[in-house]
């Protein structure tokens, strides 16, 4: 008795009138302050799949299969958290904590504080393996419990398309912030021939970070939990956490069932792995097949920063073209890049360095595309997912994204890892943390054995590639756009009013199934429970 009268108590408190359940007009200012966390969400994924490899191999002191093992077991475990942070989030109002603080922005609050004390470690050099491993992994955690709730906040705080695009667009504006920097910092450190340029950076980093999760953390809010959607909450049995993993583990497998989404996944695993292929790549191509210097290779992957501009642009076309245009032009760009990329390789003009700053401005306008779209179609996914279950299960599908790019992620780099070490590679001495080799001071590298050199150009062109191409096939047949999602959202609208699934026109339908891959008759199930419910006598 005592333990219900508890939960009635705690069930009865009212927060909706907190300032994490208050919608306010999305503005420049407040989609900001939503984005600007993915200075760290940007910036941390091309630190996993365009840095992260170089500095255990040459600073560090592991091999590069080493090295790529750790970020291929990090992410795997964290692939596995990341799927339980999401349904955790998703039910986390269940909870006093969940309530007071917001069920995704307590997972905010908590993040930055982690993020300014572990980030840093990461970036003393010369600690080995096993540091290496433990760190890689604690980073990648804080990471997930902060970004999966992040991600699901567009899809909380409006159903608005243009809204939504605008909280997106912003966020990729801070993404292709972030790139820049994680590559500018250490570049323009190391410039001076401070032995410690990554540390410095990385601790610089942390702060940022940190920053722009507290910033979030005050600027937005989440959906307002109703009394009627709280008591649905409080009445859901609580599980066990093998109950919790089965539980999740069937409701992945349930967003399969969505064709859009399926769709969405294999565009956005095959892209983003083709990107941080090449990105972990570059500098051992700049480093080891072009003979330039580990600065110039920093500094082509810091000319990322070409994607603010086409970050603003993308937003407009997303809403005037939709997500296929953009697409098909990122894509385009990206293949005739690695194309140039390998006839630099193997022909060694005079002006190479000239044309490989060309190449890589063409292939950041090409990234940045490639890095905007999938992000600014995911906020509609979950809208598809609730007319196929009348449940809000943007989490889910958020972890299941993550899990899917942590896991091909993991694999892309132990592949790079592999291939290299296959080919011969010698990693560099370390003195202080800088690569040295015999009779060499100052930023150098040890000499290869041959064949290294070009290993480490067919695995930084031909591995992305063949991923593009699959990328850009699928996208072709993805139709979810403005014109697919307000023919959505009316449907929705009609059947949340009483409209009969019967009454629902011909080219509706149609397009329905097409976007679903689900028969109409099989969509929103929330018409069958209430006419089941309907049938059931009240007790006397």
């Not at 219900?4 to 900001?32: F, H, L, N, Q, W």
């Not at 799927?83 to 905010?108: A, Q, W």
């Not at 809010?221 to 409080?234: F, H, S």
Request: net charge positive.
């Amino acid at each position: 008795m005592h333990t219900d009268a508890t939960a009635s108590k705690r069930s009865e408190r009212d927060y909706s009138g907190a300032r994490v359940y208050t919608a306010r007009p999305i503005t420049i200012v407040r989609s900001m302050g939503y984005g600007v966390v993915d200075l760290m969400g940007g910036g941390w994924n091309t630190i996993v799949g365009g840095l992260m490899l170089f500095f255990f191999t040459n600073y560090g002191g592991v091999s590069a299969l080493q090295g790529a093992s750790i970020l291929f077991i990090a992410r795997i475990v964290d692939a596995v958290v990341s799927v339980l942070v999401g349904p955790l989030t998703d039910n986390f109002f269940r909870t006093r904590l969940g309530r007071r603080f917001g069920r995704r922005h307590f997972f905010l609050m908590i993040g930055a504080p982690l993020v300014l004390l572990v980030f840093p470690l990461l970036w003393i050099a010369g600690q080995g393996y096993w540091y290496y491993l433990v760190v890689y992994l604690a980073v990648e955690v804080i990471m997930a419990i902060i970004l999966i709730p992040w991600e699901t906040l567009p899809s909380e705080m409006t159903e608005n398309y243009t809204d939504r695009t605008k909280l997106s667009a912003t966020r990729m504006f801070f993404s292709a912030c972030g790139t820049f920097l994680v590559f500018a910092l250490p570049a323009a450190i190391q410039a001076t021939g401070d032995p410690h340029a990554y540390l410095i950076a990385g601790t610089a980093l942390s702060v940022l970070f940190a920053l722009g999760v507290a910033i979030a953390y005050f600027t937005t809010w989440e959906r307002k939990i109703t009394p009627e959607y709280l008591a649905q909450l409080e009445a859901q049995p609580r599980q066990s956490l093998w109950l919790t993993l089965k539980t999740t583990v069937i409701q992945a497998g349930s967003t399969f069932r969505n064709r859009a989404f399926v769709k969405h996944l294999v565009i956005y695993l095959s892209s983003f792995t083709a990107k941080d292929v090449f990105s972990s790549a570059l500098t051992f191509f700049v480093v080891y097949s072009i003979a330039s210097s580990e600065t110039f290779g920093l500094t082509l992957q810091a000319l990322g920063i070409v994607g603010l501009p086409v970050t603003i642009i993308a937003g407009f076309l997303m809403v005037a073209r939709g997500p296929r245009f953009l697409y098909a032009t990122s894509y385009t760009l990206i293949t005739a890049t690695l194309l140039s990329l390998g006839a630099i390789y193997v022909f060694q003009p005079q002006s190479t360095i000239v044309l490989l700053i060309i190449v890589g401005v063409a292939y950041q306008i090409g990234r940045a595309l490639l890095e905007f779209t999938p992000w600014n179609v995911y906020p509609f996914i979950p809208d598809v997912d609730y007319l196929m279950t009348g449940e809000h299960r943007a989490g889910i599908y958020a972890a299941v994204m993550t899990f899917g790019r942590k896991s091909t992620g993991a694999i892309g780099s132990l592949i790079v890892g592999g291939l290299i070490d296959a080919s011969g590679f010698m990693k560099p001495g370390t003195s202080g943390g800088v690569p040295v080799d015999a009779g060499c001071t100052g930023e150098c590298v040890l000499v290869q054995p041959a064949g290294v050199s070009g290993a480490i150009a067919a695995v930084t062109i031909f591995a992305p590639l063949i991923l593009i191409i699959i990328a850009f096939v699928v996208s072709r047949r993805f139709h979810l756009d403005k014109q697919a999602h307000s023919v959505l959202l009316a449907e929705i609208g009609r059947l949340e009013a009483g409209g009969a699934k019967a009454d629902v026109d011909l080219q509706t339908r149609t397009r329905l199934e097409k976007l679903t891959g689900q028969p109409y008759e099989k969509l929103w199930p929330l018409e069958e429970v209430k006419r089941e419910g309907a049938k059931i006598e009240p007790s006397e």
